[in-house]
């Protein structure tokens, strides 16, 4: 009878020093972390604005946890947006003659 367990000397990393949970596949784990789609995802990948994923072999690709949420992080740190109270847009609106 077969069984599917790993054999006791079995390694908790993939092919690198990493350990397995510093990985984070393309799914709902990753999407919880940078709150984006898979496809906006692709897109800042290709466009440089985003961490590389690793790939792995066949269809298998991760990303590090880490680099992910130093992204996230870097994310709040420079797009912090702020807003005028609503009679201070008005009052500028007015200056400028709008």
Same mark, same amino acid.
Do not use: F
């Given at each position: 009878?077969?069984?599917?367990?790993?054999?006791?000397?079995?390694?908790?990393?993939?092919?690198?020093?990493?350990? +397995?949970?510093? *990985?984070?596949?393309?799914?709902? /784990?990753?999407?919880?972390?940078?709150?984006?789609? @898979?496809?906006? &995802? #692709?897109?800042?990948?290709?466009?440089?604005?985003?961490?590389?994923?690793?790939?792995?072999?066949?269809?298998?690709?991760?990303?590090?946890?880490?680099? +992910?949420?130093? *992204?996230?992080?870097?994310?709040? /740190?420079?797009?912090?947006?702020?807003?005028?109270? @609503?009679?201070? &847009? #008005?009052?500028?609106?007015?200056?400028?003659?709008?």
């Amino acid at each position: 009878m077969a069984t599917n367990r790993k054999p006791k000397n079995a390694s908790n990393t993939l092919c690198t020093s990493q350990p +397995v949970s510093r *990985w984070i596949g393309e799914g709902d /784990e990753l999407t919880a972390i940078d709150q984006l789609s @898979r496809a906006t &995802r #692709r897109e800042y990948v290709a466009a440089g604005k985003y961490p590389a994923p690793v790939k792995l072999g066949g269809l298998h690709i991760r990303w590090l946890r880490e680099e +992910v949420e130093a *992204w996230v992080r870097d994310r709040i /740190e420079n797009h912090r947006v702020t807003w005028a109270p @609503r009679k201070a &847009r #008005r009052t500028e609106a007015a200056d400028l003659g709008a």
